[in-house]
């Protein structure tokens, strides 16, 4: 944090001479904190576009925000509605170009009928439920691994997968995560580490959770949904937007456990629930999460911002 401003101006400078000699006509910053891409468009007289994706920033920080972005930006993509009420919910922003924008997913790339399953997840015993994610707070893992030993006193031949990279900044959490695996005596639990084909990874899945406490639009859920996996989500961003609870799967309270296991039992429970689930989710992605829908809107609000800068 310390670099972050003993460097700023001179980075800020390096943008913006950047801007300047490129004769950028639109700047598309992603994040809250990129203030300094964000004020280099300004300077420029770019079209500023800045687009935000989570809902963490809150109290005096929100308020900068605010005050930055009404003077500075010409438009704003929200990666989902609780992201545009989080942040935009505000008279002030009625003159503002605002447009929502789910984070997509490559439909015909996570494809069921195209992908192969990936073989160390089909050399599990049993059905395979499955997370995916970085290990980190947000996603949860301790409320999937509660889950699952919930699920242990109720069933017999499971496999529980954690799939996603343990990055050294969240060593502390990695552990606690493990060190919970181990008094639960979680020994059909897997962290699967890193995958560089997620698509085959939930073609092997039977059922997939998402137990984060803090989403926008999350990917590994609209992925699980293309590949026709059927779902059981905690209630994070904009999941109950596309998952209409027990129409194409279950949603749930965030942080609880019980709740997340008793509907994963239902899917347990019952092969024909989870082929119809997948199959309605897959259709829900198609219509509603495509990657050509995303790159239509981002054209349509790239031509609107060019219109006003």
């Given at each position: 944090m310390i670099k972050y401003f003993i460097f700023f101006i001179?980075?800020?400078?390096?943008?913006?001479?950047?801007?300047?000699?490129?004769?950028?006509?639109?700047?598309?910053?992603?994040?809250?904190?990129?203030?300094?891409?964000?004020?280099?468009?300004?300077?420029?007289?770019?079209?500023?576009?800045?687009?935000?994706?989570?809902?963490?920033?809150?109290?005096?920080?929100?308020?900068?925000?605010?005050?930055l972005a009404l003077r500075l930006c010409h438009g704003f993509i929200t990666a989902g509605e609780r992201v545009r009420i989080h942040y935009c919910n505000d008279r002030r922003f009625s003159k503002k170009l605002v447009m929502e924008i789910q984070a997509p997913v490559d439909t015909s790339s996570f494809d069921p009928d195209r992908v192969e399953s990936d073989q160390t997840l089909e050399n599990f015993d049993g059905l395979r439920i499955v997370t995916v994610g970085n290990v980190n707070p947000a996603k949860g893992f301790e409320y999937f691994i509660e889950m699952a030993s919930i699920l242990n006193k109720q069933y017999?031949?499971?496999?529980?997968?954690?799939?996603?990279?343990?990055?050294?900044?969240?060593?502390?959490?990695?552990?606690?995560?493990?060190?919970?695996?181990?008094?639960?005596?979680?020994?059909?639990?897997?962290?699967?580490?890193?995958?560089?084909?997620?698509?085959?990874?939930?073609?092997?899945?039977?059922?997939?959770?998402?137990?984060?406490?803090?989403?926008?639009?999350?990917?590994s859920v609209w992925e699980a949904m293309s590949m026709a996996r059927p779902i059981v989500s905690s209630n994070v961003g904009d999941v109950a937007k596309f998952i209409k609870d027990r129409e194409n799967g279950f949603v749930v309270p965030v942080k609880n456990p019980a709740a997340l296991a008793e509907k994963a039992g239902m899917l347990i429970e019952n092969r024909d629930l989870r082929r119809i689930f997948g199959e309605?989710?897959?259709?829900?992605?198609?219509?509603?999460?495509?990657?050509?829908?995303?790159v239509r809107k981002h054209a349509e609000f790239y031509r609107q911002v060019m219109k006003m800068s």
């Open positions: 001179p980075e800020l400078l390096s943008v913006y001479e950047l801007l300047k000699k490129e004769h950028v006509d639109i700047v598309h910053c992603n994040g809250t904190w990129q203030i300094k891409g964000i004020l280099g468009g300004w300077l420029c007289g770019a079209g500023v576009i800045w687009h935000l994706n989570d809902t963490r920033v809150v109290g005096f920080i929100n308020t900068m925000f605010k005050l017999g031949n499971l496999t529980f997968v954690v799939v996603g990279p343990h990055f050294e900044s969240q060593k502390k959490y990695s552990e606690k995560l493990r060190s919970l695996v181990k008094r639960l005596r979680m020994d059909n639990l897997v962290f699967y580490g890193r995958s560089s084909d997620v698509a085959s990874v939930l073609k092997a899945a039977d059922i997939y959770v998402c137990s984060s406490v803090s989403e926008a639009s999350p990917m309605k989710a897959r259709d829900v992605a198609i219509q509603y999460l495509d990657v050509e829908i995303c």
